[in-house]
């Protein structure tokens, strides 16, 4: 079993696809993956668009 660490290291360096994988199978790192989604958003070397995650 990967360490917690090890799995923050993956999500990091995690494509959209991956990431969406790493955060459903892992629900109790959910509250990390969001961290590092908003401090990399709001880096200043942040050149993606986040996609809207949205539900009608």
Known sequence: ??????ILEQYREADFERRLNLFLECPALR?????IDQSESSG???????PKRCCS
């Open 31 to 35: 509250t990390r993956f969001v961290e």
């Open 44 to 50: 200043s070397s942040f050149t993606g668009s986040i």
């Open 1 to 6: 079993m990967n360490s917690t660490e090890s």
